[in-house]
């Protein structure tokens, strides 16, 4: 006897104090990228999503549509939001992990900017990426990112 697949929810936003996502970004005075999605042709993305060499050796890039449309097709879901949910939350996990060392960094030094740690926000995304990378296998990270409630 067949079962009938559970269909994946959909999972909140986690929203980023410190991170955004170039998409978000509303500037005029941006120059167009140049770069073009190898799958939709979509010309001056800004979010890159991916790269791969072709058959003939040459980098190819593309968009986060593009991206999710084959994570979508992947893993079965049914819907592009649900996919885009799902895929947005392995990345914007390890942001928040993220914006939690620096906000405790910032503590601990008693700023009260983002501005103030502005200098060393390179070297802290450096750290927190490694402690991150250090502290969870690939399991654990699966399991936080299915979490509902993300809580600072």
Same mark, same amino acid.
């Given at each position: ?12 936003? #986690? ?29 001056? #993305? ?88 250090y502290l969870f296998s690939k399991e654990e990270k699966n399991e936080l990112k299915r979490l509902k409630n993300k809580r600072r």
């Amino acid at each position: 006897m067949k079962t009938k697949k559970e269909p994946k929810k959909n999972l909140p936003l #986690i929203v980023l104090k410190y991170h955004c996502r170039p998409s978000e970004v509303k500037d005029e005075n941006r120059p167009p990228s140049g770069v073009a999605c190898y799958f939709c042709r979509a010309k001056n #993305i800004v979010d890159i999503s991916g790269g791969f060499r072709d058959k003939k050796g040459k980098e190819q890039v593309y968009c986060e549509k593009c991206a999710t449309k084959m994570y979508k097709e992947e893993l079965g879901f049914r819907t592009y939001k649900a996919a885009y949910a799902h895929r947005r939350r392995l990345f914007d996990v390890g942001y928040l992990f993220n914006e939690i060392i620096t906000d405790e960094y910032m503590k601990m030094r008693g700023f009260t900017k983002v501005d103030d740690v502005f200098e060393k926000f390179g070297a802290l995304n450096e750290i927190s990426k490694n402690l991150w990378n250090y502290l969870f296998s690939k399991e654990e990270k699966n399991e936080l990112k299915r979490l509902k409630n993300k809580r600072r």
